[in-house]
C-alpha cells in the first residue's frame, strides 16, 4: 500500500505561528498533493509537488519532498484562525491515495 | 476558475433504494474519479474512469456501484441497493491526465442510508 501516513493527527496553534504537518508514504509516487478540507466540505487543492521536485512554495505555504525517506511536509506560514481545517496529503501514481489528515486548529 | 459540480449536495435515501449521484467534471479532462469519506474517516478511493471505461475500481467498488458517462458532460455513481454503511461523502473529481497533474475535486454529495 502507498498509502499516506500523517502527523501529527491533531495540531494546535495560535494565529500567528507555523503549523508544520508531515505524511510519509510507501512506494514510488508521481507526484504528491495536499488538500485542505473544512468540515463537512469538499477538497480544496493547495499544492502539487512532482517527485523530481524537492521544495515548492505558495503564498504562505512550503511543501518539501524527500523521496529517499518517502515524506513530505506542509509548512503553513503565520496561520490565521481561517486556516482551521483539516490536512490530507495524497500520493499520485494513476490515482490518489490519500492519507489519515491532520486537523488543525488556529486560535485567535 | 473551472471547477467540478456534484448533484445534489445532500440527499436520505431508504435502505435498499437505488441511488444515482451526478457529477459535471472539467470540461477538457479525461479522467475521472469517485471517492468516498465516511464521517471522521479518510478519503477514500472507489474508481477510476477513462475512455468511457473503469481504469481501476478498488474492493469497495463491488457489484452494487456502477458508473457511467451518459453524455459529453455528466459522469455519474449508482449504487443499486443502497445499505446503512454506505452512508458517507461522496467526491467526483477530474484531471487531465493520469501522472502528471492536478486531481480536482467537487464538494461532495452526502448520501445519508437510513
Known amino acids: 500500500s502507498q498509502q499516506g501516513e500523517e502527523d501529527p493527527q491533531a495540531l494546535s496553534i495560535q494565529e500567528g505561528e507555523n503549523a508544520t504537518m508531515n505524511c510519509s508514504y510507501k512506494t514510488s509516487i508521481n507526484n504528491l498533493q495536499w488538500y485542505r478540507q473544512n468540515s463537512g466540505r469538499g477538497l480544496v487543492h493547495l499544492i502539487l509537488?512532482?517527485?523530481?521536485?524537492r521544495e515548492k512554495h505558495s503564498g504562505r505555504l512550503r511543501v518539501t519532498l524527500d523521496t529517499s525517506k518517502k515524506s513530505s511536509s506542509l509548512l503553513i506560514t503565520a496561520s490565521r484562525a481561517a486556516d482551521t481545517a483539516s490536512y490530507f496529503c495524497?500520493?499520485?501514481?494513476?490515482?490518489?491515495?490519500f492519507g489519515t489528515g491532520t486537523r488543525l486548529q488556529v486560535f485567535p | 476558475e473551472p471547477e467540478v459540480t456534484q448533484t445534489p449536495s445532500h440527499q436520505v435515501t431508504q435502505m435498499g433504494q437505488e441511488v444515482i449521484l451526478r457529477c459535471v467534471p472539467i470540461s477538457n479532462h479525461l479522467y475521472f474519479y469517485w471517492y468516498r469519506q465516511i464521517l471522521g474517516q479518510k478519503v477514500e478511493f472507489l474508481v477510476s474512469f477513462y475512455n468511457n471505461e473503469i481504469s481501476e475500481k478498488s474492493e469497495i467498488f463491488d457489484d452494487q456501484f456502477s458508473v457511467e458517462r451518459p453524455d459529453g458532460s455528466n459522469f455519474t455513481l449508482k449504487i443499486r441497493s443502497t445499505k446503512l454503511e454506505d452512508s458517507a461523502m461522496y467526491f467526483c473529481?477530474?484531471?487531465?491526465?493520469?501522472?502528471?497533474?492536478?486531481?480536482?475535486f467537487g464538494e461532495g454529495s452526502w448520501l445519508t442510508v437510513v
Open positions: 473529481a477530474s484531471s487531465e491526465d493520469l501522472s502528471g497533474n492536478t486531481i480536482y
Open positions: 509537488i512532482r517527485s523530481n521536485e
Open positions: 495524497a500520493t499520485a501514481t494513476d490515482k490518489l491515495i
